[in-house]
């Protein structure tokens, strides 16, 4: 379905990075939900450029919701949220034209669409379009939690500096979702900050690994065959620009690894059936089995650095070299995370709804 | 879609482990394709238990296709293509119901099936209904051939053991499809195979990285953001049982890798654009762009191994021990090889018919 | 999706008129609803040839469920059911290929496949698949029966003779699924089977209109806009063969009618809010509310007749003649019933899944 | 899908009529389609209210494209088209809410969504939101002519007035697109117009039949069994509120007559296979067979009329009579021929999709 996702509850993503708008229409909603724009607003914020890590530029992510939304609540019908663009400056942008970035979409989309494609800053393609899934994100986030299902993405790695496994995991993600950079040792931000600024100051970019945690999930969701767990929320994250590898649980290790020493025994904890480990990430066959999701993105560095590479000129059909100019990213890894969290958000609220019913998120977890 | 996969070819699976038939239905196939039984069978051949590293179990493989083909071409119809099970004694399977084989579906299952589930042998959830896929691949990978695109996956490593990287595509591909044990160094044969025996006799199991490499799609075909290449084929990939991590190019090598180090430079070569490198395994965007695919699934150790194990009764709700008897798979990387394969297939003739229509595998390569 | 309906739970059609089998694969449908053999071959019964007004064929419809069911019950995964086509004599039809029979999908589907189909006797296009429909009404019938949902099909009016509306529609449900000749005033079975004998006995075809009732839907389903229940009817009911209208409540004759004359007042019935009139046919903005479901569909005229009839040769392109042997339907209007009723079960079903997932048929209309 | 039509060309539709706007996107476009904002602004003001017979309210339908669209072509990506609201006066909703109008969906939303539907106005319900679907046919419609395929829909009937029927179709239609009353003979204006003015001042309201052909169609066209022409065209029309009844060629009047009569007999016109009547349509088992499609949408008295109703408060349970204030139109089938127009044009530019590849609007006729 091109860009919609989801089978029960959708979501349909539109937008270019210099067009008057991006956005996304979520349906499938159940009337009653309530809708926050503080909730929204916040995690805008923390998808936003900010800190000395990120790119200079600013963005002000006010956004709209033009749908769905009556005296404060979901009315069940279409919810369209829009992001308006801020004026840029995009005159540059034709020179360009055809001069590949490197590792970005420029020259495959010029293959796919011919030429016609909005080639300013990425189009389509610009990480910008990830604002409208954050933005579905403030209002599909408090709908998990309003079932008791939290969830919270850190970097589990950036510029070699690595943090901490969850540990306490409710506990932990509380933390995440409270503070500004997502690492659960906050000793590692100075460190992190450090090395990406050091690639920064080589003209230069760096990659990572973004962790999540879902705790509450009722054992039992999961369309298998093709629509298990892992299966739509890998189609769901790879949709993520700089994404390039995703592991459930512990992922390639295992591949490494015994059956006797990565089975995860179950085991009664009470009345309640748990295993030891976790090393299936909280998904068995393509169903959840009640233990904690646990998955890892690999981020790769970001395409734009300040170098000179290089490229061909695909309408010249010419070896050339490429400066790219402007304020870039030194690492995404920091804001994919809330991406990361709003996307995971909308793949199990998707999942949710195919088997509870729309209504699910009207009752509460009693009724899971 | 649970288990059908596909936009505009789409595949259906159905069957138990131990029920009457396992089968596929594919639609959307254009009319005029020839299916010849023969590469079916020699495919469900490679994907059969046969060397001292699979199961003991011997599976028949018969197939019939019950609908859709018609003097030995396609008609255009849905194509069901159906192979029975052979006769299984069940009766023991009662007992054992209940013990939750730990890392299998069994558990799961019981909660989102409210333990109607047809548990023998791991019903729907067992490795046998891959065969259906690998029917189905059958189909599909001459379709492909058809259009010069070509696809073979390998073994990367397994128990300590690891085979060589793509060289020469073509000719690797070529030679993986040919042999029977999918390497491409052939002295890593003996190798694995001690390596697993010795994992057997030990009562236990071993995983394995699965690579996979395609050449000859061309560039512009994906449909980014959600039907990218990347999601399209992790969705599908994620559905098969022992698979819990994906990556793509360098994958999560290049999450601790620099921009400068692994963008991949275009360059021109003669009229045609490639790049220097292929870090990003053959897409951007979620597009292709024209250099080959590759990409890698983590396949963890079979579950099924013959220790004692911890686990629960999920029915009497306690703890109990248990021996998991028959004889089972030390290692399925090697028998998921031609799994990968034909899913792989099923997903860029997919990407292909939404892309150039119905009609593109009638056309041969010069209407891509 | 082409051979495949629903959203929630859903239908895929396979199989050829003279192929080895036919069937449908159901899939969405949760663990433990019984499966009665007994309910599908009597339904399929009603929709074999059977009377003097029907083709002198002679189909057994025996079938056979190759998954999804396990100790009589449904597991939840992929149910199969295939019937397999008795030994047809083909040979003969190739001579007639080419020769489009007047009002058949013969030449559009030499457009659509290239020649490739599987002409014989109608191929996919054969009503012969209906049966596929009907067995997968045998299993979706009684789970809406379950939550106290009933639905019966009769003939409204066929070669000029007119059935009486549904009055008590309980009762007239009840009686229509009891009896053989799908009419509510029985008298009219000697007249509609003369009228339909004389125009067989004239090498003619007739048509009809058959008309269903619903009993028992809650109000507030249907996905509208486009999933609306007139939506997602219409298309299921269209795609039967001969049906080339469909109309809901006063249908058409609204159109020639008033607002005054036509809107249905809303009153309070007790505790229950009913409307006095039923012109809506039970739907308000492509949502039930309450009322009962009616709906008519036109039927044509069976297109094979025994008289000589004019058309082409689209393989050599030229002007024929053509007379259609064999023993063929004067009418199908009686034998469509329970097609369309099955059809009916199966989007109702569906959007009742959409509504209250997978796992309200298991909790009776308290939940509902 | 709820809110989302088609399978390779989408339409997702939002908006509520008293909201901040409505509007729709559109995915799976080629790049490089012209859109011609005049073409829109023509189509939309054909379903604007204008004459003496349509509502007194007015409204701007000034439209915003946000996405999609680059240097005056489509990028291929989802175009978002917004149509903002004008202030509305909503306040007096707010007392009227729980009073059903008779024949709307007020009573049926608020089953549906429990009471937090958007009531002003009907909400998503209204007829308002047809405006978006207008819009996307500004662009659908010059694509299918690009192809060589144009199409019309007149009154065929209104309060007792009859129009007549196709008869030079290219030319009916070309006349059809320039005018302002939707009739092929403009002597039925005035009687209509008197018609319709008669039910106003008798406070009441009339439904009449729309009429639709479309000519150039490539034989081949259609996804049968279910996404057939007629399944998928059926499904979009019955999305429209006031369509009760959907007809194809000679429908309903088929079931009353014979096989001799309503064959439609093949015949060679020179080189073109043609039939010599066009009882079906233009469409034999779901596919197009090349003769001109037609069919007809029944449509019901607009609901709101000025007179005084028996309803129900479903607030409080309890009769009530309701007399609906403001400005209606008296009669929705003149305003609804674009509507229906732009319908059929997205249902067909999604099936040629289907079967030529998203490129073929670029590619011209010859390529069908």
Redesign the interface.
Known sequence: ?????G??L?L?????SH?????A?L??L???VPVDPDIIASLLAKRRPSSAIDTGRREADEF?????V?EG????????I?IPNEDKHSADYQSLYGK?R????????F????????YRGG???SGR?TAALVAAGGILIPMLEGLGITLGTHIK?CA?VVDRDFEDIQKDIDALNAGDFPVLDNQRIAEMTAEILR?KSE???????AETAVLGM???????????V???L??????L?G??????????S???????????????QK?K?V??TN???G????????MPLVFRC????????A?M????D?LK???VTLEIMGRHDPAIVRRICPVIRSVTALVLCDLL????????F?KGRDAL
């Open positions: 379905m091109k860009n919609t996702f089978n029960s959708t349909t993503l539109f937008g270019e067009g008057p708008a991006i956005g229409v349906d499938g159940p009337g009653g709209q919701i033009v749908s769905g009556f609540k979901t009315t069940g019908t279409p919810l369209c829009l590949a490197p590792s970005h979409a420029d020259y495959a989309a293959c796919k669409y011919h030429g016609f494609e909005d189009g389509h393609f379009i790695s070699g690639a003209l230069d970019s760096v990659g990572g690994v009722p054992a039992g969701v999961g369309e298998p065959w093709f629509d298990s892992e299966g739509m890998s189609h769901a994250l790879f949709s620009g994404v390039k590898g995703v592991e459930f649980g512990s992922g390639f295992m591949a490494d690894s015994r059956g006797s020493l990565c089975n995860d025994a179950f085991r009664m009345d059936i295993s030891e090393h299936n990430g998904i068995n066959g393509g169903i959840t089995n009640g690999a981020v790769k560095p970001t395409p734009s650095i170098r590479q290089n490229t061909v695909f059909k010419e070896n709804c195919t088997r509870y019913g729309t209504d699910i009207l």
